[in-house]
């Protein structure tokens, strides 16, 4: 099992256990309910790492910490970029965490870079990664190995949670959860923190527990609620709405900006189109050799390649707006180079049948390129 961080160097060994077992939310003065002993599913041990410390699930990936890690830390060894591993999990890259602590990773992350590579920037090389998704896995031994069974549920941290009130709200132990997030012998959690749901021990998914309806509470001395006036079932007279409704749909009207058109990269019937975490962009249809050009003006942000070593090209435009063109060969371009929409960049490659595929990316989140293409 996991460590949980609760580093009471000198203390009583037991000192950790009862503080997991207080229900610290709920008041046991004036009459308050102690349900800490409510929420007590027995739950799996939490999974074991790779040797970079990621644990695979079939749709997302987490980043463990070791021992006097920092963010930074942790994205150097994965190989993504520190300000966005540390933005998407509302901390900054200098920041400590604990043993154990556990990062949501916003894009997969697949095999270690080979020997004598690990220099290859991987800032934006990473957001191709989902472009191999249209070919099954090549494994090895340095690759990020997925875990079989239940996938659990990730908790993000709204204001106002806790630890405990999450753990009643799936119905399992404090103790269970920190144990696989790494928390702190405090159980602190932060806003916006992702949080891995522990596992039941019967292989079942925990769920959220179903909420309790109270009946409203009337303060003393504060009287009864008014019941609205039966005139207010119907508008006054002189009540005049209608500018408002009108004006509104006008005011929003500029905030609703169009897709900046994007040139098809090259002409064909869409063989698979885009699902989010499935297929991250379109497949297109042409045959090898056929050009493949340049969506719009930007510049080239990273060449890579998939586990087929077949190349993946990342092109920059204004906007953090990203192009990804891959399973094509014969690339005329390199790092660095201005490109011009409808510049010839590289050729399709070869494929029974064969195809580009193509994705477009605000920042590093994939969106439907259909809208950019019409």
């Not at 000192?15 to 939310?25: E, K, S, W």
């Not at 020997?115 to 090389?125: A, F, K, Q, W």
Request: hydrophobic share 40%.
């Amino acid at each position: 099992m996991v460590a949980l961080g609760f580093g009471l160097a000198a203390c009583d060994s037991n000192v950790g256990t009862r503080l997991a077992n207080l229900d610290l939310d709920l008041r046991g003065t004036a009459g308050g309910l102690d349900t800490s002993s409510a929420a007590r599913t027995a739950t799996q041990n939490r999974p074991r790492p790779d040797a970079r410390g990621i644990i695979s699930y079939p749709n997302y990936q987490v980043a463990v910490a070791e021992r006097g890690d920092t963010v930074a830390d942790v994205a150097t060894r994965i190989g993504v970029n520190p300000q966005d591993l540390a933005s998407y999990n509302g901390l900054r890259p200098t920041d400590k965490l604990n043993k154990g602590e556990v990062l949501a990773l916003r894009s997969p992350v697949t095999a270690a870079p080979a020997p004598g590579d690990e220099t290859r920037p991987l800032d934006i090389t990473q957001i191709a990664t989902t472009a191999i998704g249209r070919a099954p896995q090549t494994p090895g031994a340095d690759a990020a190995p997925r875990v079989d069974g239940p996938e659990p549920i990730r908790h993000q941290v709204a204001r106002g949670e806790t630890a405990y009130s999450i753990a009643r709200l799936y119905n399992v132990s404090a103790r269970s959860l920190a144990d696989w997030n790494g928390l702190g012998a405090d159980l602190e959690v932060r806003e916006g923190q992702y949080l891995l749901i522990p596992v039941a021990l019967d292989g079942t998914q925990t769920v959220k527990a179903a909420p309790v309806e109270t009946a409203a509470v009337i303060t003393p001395g504060a009287g009864t609620p008014t019941p609205p006036p039966p005139s207010a079932v119907k508008p006054l007279p002189d009540e005049k709405i209608e500018p408002k409704q009108t004006a509104a749909p006008a005011a929003a009207a500029p905030k609703a900006t169009a897709a900046p058109k994007l040139l098809t990269p090259v002409s064909g019937e869409v063989l698979r189109p885009y699902k989010k975490r499935s297929n991250e962009g379109i497949d297109i249809a042409a045959s090898a050799g056929t050009p493949v050009k340049a969506a719009a003006d930007g510049e080239v942000a990273a060449i890579t390649r998939d586990t087929d070593q077949v190349p993946i090209l990342v092109l920059r435009h204004p906007g953090n707006l990203l192009t990804v063109y891959a399973n094509i060969s014969d690339i005329t371009v390199k790092k660095g180079d201005k490109v011009s929409r409808g510049k010839s960049i590289a050729k399709v490659g070869k494929g029974d049948p064969s195809f580009l595929h193509f994705e477009v990316r605000e920042g590093f989140e994939s969106v439907n390129p259909a809208p950019f293409l019409k």
